[in-house]
């Protein structure tokens, strides 16, 4: 079993649709967790850090559910920027801060 | 706005030949990260520097990948020989410490022949 488990997709949605992404974990120890943005063939950056009493970024939302070991991310009123992949990344529970990566789950969003 | 470099960008090697990327991280950062993405799958870690010191190389290939930092600042990740399935994006991540939030570089695209 993978430590960090997502759906791969792809979701593909119309422009001004909400779009929710979910990811598990398989270590309960894990400290700290993330999701990360991924365009074709570029690196992976910092969308938002998840907090267990949950966080919004604009059109972002991110929810941590520690007892289910469950991560979401919703995005409110899609653009076609947001086509991507999206990464839950969870740091692991040593202190060398490794992080773990989900598989990716990819949006296209259309016109 | 400071970025982590890597080169070269893309490489198209032979099976069972050498190479090697580069990375210099941003400038103050102490740790550096090497991490492989295969096409279709996450980053996973290859190995973790601490200054020049290795602090987790656990799924490093011994056999044929090597990694050093000697002067705690820029960075090599080798291979030799490559292989087929080393074909992946190397990418190299820099944090302040080890708790700092980690940032890419825009990668080593590797093809193995």
């Known amino acids: 079993r993978k430590e960090v488990e997502q759906d791969p997709g792809p979701f593909n949605v119309p422009e001004g649709a909400t779009v929710a992404f979910n990811c598990t974990y398989s270590?309960?120890?894990?400290?700290?967790f993330f999701w990360y943005r991924q365009d074709c063939r570029k690196e992976p950056k910092l969308l938002m850090s998840?907090?267990?009493s949950g966080n919004e970024d604009g059109r972002f939302t991110a929810q941590l559910n520690r007892a289910s070991q469950y991560i979401s991310l919703l995005i409110r009123d899609s653009k076609l920027s947001d086509s991507a992949t999206y990464l839950c990344?969870?740091?692991?529970?040593?202190?060398?801060?490794?992080?773990?990566f989900g598989q990716g789950t990819t949006l296209q969003v259309k016109p | 706005e400071a970025e982590v470099a890597q080169s070269p960008r893309y490489k198209i090697t032979e099976k069972s030949q050498a190479v090697a990327f580069w990375c210099d991280p941003i400038?103050?950062?102490?740790?550096l990260y090497w991490y492989r993405q295969i096409l279709g799958q996450g980053p996973e870690l290859l190995v973790q520097?601490?200054?020049?010191?290795?602090?987790?190389d656990s799924q490093l290939p011994k056999d044929r990948f090597s990694a050093e930092r000697l002067k705690g600042v820029d960075s090599t990740l080798k291979i030799q020989p490559a292989e087929l399935g080393d074909s992946a994006m190397y990418l190299c991540?820099?944090?302040?410490?080890?708790?700092?939030?980690?940032?890419f570089g825009p990668g080593t695209r590797l093809t193995v022949t």
């Open positions: 991540a820099s944090s302040r410490d080890r708790d700092g939030e980690q940032y």
């Open positions: 270590n309960s120890a894990s400290q700290s």
């Open positions: 998840v907090y267990s």
């Open positions: 990344v969870v740091k692991g529970s040593s202190n060398t801060g490794k992080l773990i």
């Open positions: 400038s103050g950062h102490a740790t």
């Open positions: 520097f601490q200054d020049e010191s290795v602090v987790d």
